[in-house]
């Protein structure tokens, strides 16, 4: 039995993903160069990674994997995870450790607000593991760890990357009341890869879940991104980007899928470079404000470049014809 261990948070040799130890192994590919990152060194990380420790704050950055850790450290960006480090979902893409949470740290939304604050963030991400445990699906953790940037750092925007809140009746309206610049919900993959990639979600619920947040408030950006490689067809990727821009979505990112450990999906593909200009050039040509579409590109990647360029985006969209 393969043993995967948590990166930290949680008792040593505990299982960090026990619903795929008996999965057959799938073989990690090499991946191509234009995928290779080096290690990171830069002095900063370091000091990211101990703020982030002082602060006993979790970032998916880290229970992630992220390929782009080691840069976004390095200039002080880190997408900060709240409600623990443990997922009450499985899905098969994703190094997030799976099992039972630990109750709600009612202190968390202070800390993140002061890392953010000590930090100097323009802009910040939010995101959490699934809490299907939780009534309200950790809803109002998210309006109050907002709330406590707001208060700590009034100057930085906020984007929150949230579950699908499947189940939770009145979770979305509370996170979309507490009024955050942009609200991320990631699609993933295509309808027909759910079943295997995405199990415990429901696809047309995660569109609802975008288009409901552009029916409440217009005004906040909305933002989904899908993983390639995973063995989708170029027509469902198009057909996605569809359903998106039925659903008002603002930003698409598109990025290669990773595979974390061999107990995960395999990657069917690595897509190469010039395919991810293709698919850039098709959203932008179906009406996205932003899309961004590189082998390394995630949903946090460039988050703050990326807020400047939709605000000036939606200018230019709402300013009257010369």
């Not at 499985?90 to 099992?99: D, E, P, R």
Request: hydrophobic content about 40%.
């Amino acid at each position: 039995m393969a043993r995967i261990e948590i990166n930290h948070g949680a008792d040593r040799g505990v299982v960090r993903h026990p619903e795929k130890a008996h999965r057959p192994d799938n073989p990690i590919q090499r991946k191509p160069a234009w995928i290779r990152v080096k290690a990171p060194t830069h002095p900063v990380y370091h000091e990211t990674r101990a703020l982030m420790r002082d602060s006993k704050l979790v970032t998916v950055c880290e229970e992630a994997a992220c390929p782009n850790i080691g840069e976004c450290w390095s200039q002080r960006h880190a997408t900060m995870m709240i409600m623990g480090e443990i997922c009450t979902r499985a899905c098969s893409f994703c190094n997030v450790a799976t099992g039972l949470p630990k109750a709600l740290d009612e202190d968390e939304p202070r800390r993140v607000g002061e890392a953010v604050a000590k930090m100097g963030l323009r802009h910040v991400v939010v995101t959490s593991v699934d809490r299907d445990d939780l009534r309200d699906g950790g809803a109002r953790h998210f309006a109050r760890t907002i709330a406590a940037i707001r208060e700590s750092a009034p100057g930085t925007t906020v984007e929150v990357l949230t579950p699908d809140f499947l189940r939770k009746d009145g979770a979305l309206e509370v996170v979309v009341e507490a009024r955050p610049d942009v609200f991320n919900h990631n699609l993933e993959t295509v309808p027909r890869l759910y079943p295997t990639i995405r199990p415990g979600a429901r696809y047309y619920h995660s569109l609802r879940l975008l288009d409901r947040v552009k029916r409440l408030d217009p005004t906040i950006f909305t933002k989904s991104g899908l993983m390639v490689g995973l063995g989708e067809e170029r027509i469902e990727v198009q057909q996605v980007m569809d359903d998106m821009r039925s659903a008002e979505v603002d930003f698409l990112t598109i990025g290669q899928y990773l595979q974390p450990t061999v107990k995960h999906a395999a990657v069917a593909r690595f897509v190469e470079p010039a395919e991810f200009e293709d698919y850039a050039a098709l959203a932008r040509a179906k009406g996205f404000l932003l899309v961004s579409a590189t082998p390394l590109t995630r949903s946090s990647y460039h988050a703050d470049r990326d807020f400047a360029a939709l605000q000036t985006a939606r200018r230019r969209q709402l300013a009257p014809a010369a």
